[in-house]
């Protein structure tokens, strides 16, 4: 697939995902229209994730897969209302506008991601038949964005004890972003019930286009435009974060994102040809503008 293909694929994709988004959040009470309103703008790369992943492993019915795919976007769109509050990286601009507390104040901004998380698990356990299935994405959900995953990676983030080294970066990376990344994978496959060895490779594979993801970040805080990024570029530089390019300078960071796509890519081509849509996907993350 070239350039092009990927990036038409991804804006096909993301166009279910956002109308079921919408009917998710239509007609149920004043306070959803808010939380609405943080989940405009996403790439929805974790949602595409799940169902590209759902379909590789021949699953076939989006009513099944697309309740699972939402949960998780609501689920990150709760992590960047929190992290944009002051108390965190406190950031004004998210998503291409003012962030969450901006607009509606920190309460409200607190309270937004207080309810897409929850809102999220009923997601989960909607959706056609799989109970065993959906209790094993509830429990690998869980595992990966809470105190052992994305809330552990956030607590070292914001830390000022982290010293700059490698073994720390990579600690915030895996747990702040790549398990995420990883569990969106494995969640398309569980609900396609995929064997559990390919489920274990799959989530492996996840993790290297995490840590990726994660890097690319990370240099384009550096090396990003904001109208294009949709937040604000140059923050982790200015608050001296923890960042791949503060510990390997920015030639270093690319280096290394370079050779994590190549480590998704060899683990995603081993796993055969129904899964290159992923080396699609991995080869779009490391050369993302935004
Ligand atoms: C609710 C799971 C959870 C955690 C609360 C605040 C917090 C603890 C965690 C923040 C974690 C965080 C912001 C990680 C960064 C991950 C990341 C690279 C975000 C940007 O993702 P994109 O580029 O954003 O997919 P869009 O806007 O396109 O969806």
Do not use: W
């Not at 081993?270 to 996907?281: A, D, H, P, T, Y």
């Amino acid at each position: 697939m070239t350039d092009m293909d990927v990036v038409k694929y991804l804006t096909e994709k993301k166009v279910p995902v956002d109308r079921a988004l919408k009917k998710y959040f239509s007609d149920i009470n004043a306070f959803f229209e808010i939380m609405y309103y943080s989940i405009g703008g996403g790439k929805r790369i974790r949602p595409i994730l799940a169902i590209a992943s759902y379909e590789a492993n021949g699953g076939k019915d989006s009513k099944q897969i697309m309740p699972i795919a939402c949960g998780l976007e609501l689920i990150h769109t709760y992590s960047l209302i929190h992290d944009d509050l002051p108390a965190m990286d406190d950031d004004d601009f998210r998503r291409g506008k003012a962030a969450a507390h901006k607009k509606f104040g920190e309460a409200m901004a607190i309270l937004s991601g207080d309810g897409l998380f929850a809102h999220a698990f009923e997601l989960f356990a909607q959706g056609n038949g799989l109970v065993k299935e959906k209790l094993m994405v509830i429990k690998a959900v869980s595992e990966v964005v809470g105190p052992k995953g994305v809330v552990y990676g956030q607590t070292l983030d914001i830390s000022k004890e982290m010293s700059h080294n490698p073994v720390s970066l990579r600690r915030i990376h895996f747990n702040k972003t790549a398990k995420f990344i990883a569990v969106s994978v494995k969640c398309g496959a569980i609900m396609a019930q995929a064997p559990v060895p390919l489920i274990n490779e799959l989530y492996t594979a996840g993790i290297y286009m995490g840590m990726l993801f994660q890097y690319t970040d990370d240099i384009l805080d550096v090396v990003g435009e904001k109208e294009k990024l949709g937040k604000t570029p140059g923050k982790d530089l200015a608050a001296g974060k923890l960042t791949a390019p503060a510990v390997y300078g920015l030639d270093g960071a690319m280096f290394r994102a370079r050779r994590y796509a190549e480590l998704a890519n060899q683990k995603f081509s081993g796993l055969g040809k129904r899964f290159s849509v992923f080396n699609m996907i991995t080869d779009f993350i490391l050369h993302r503008t935004f």
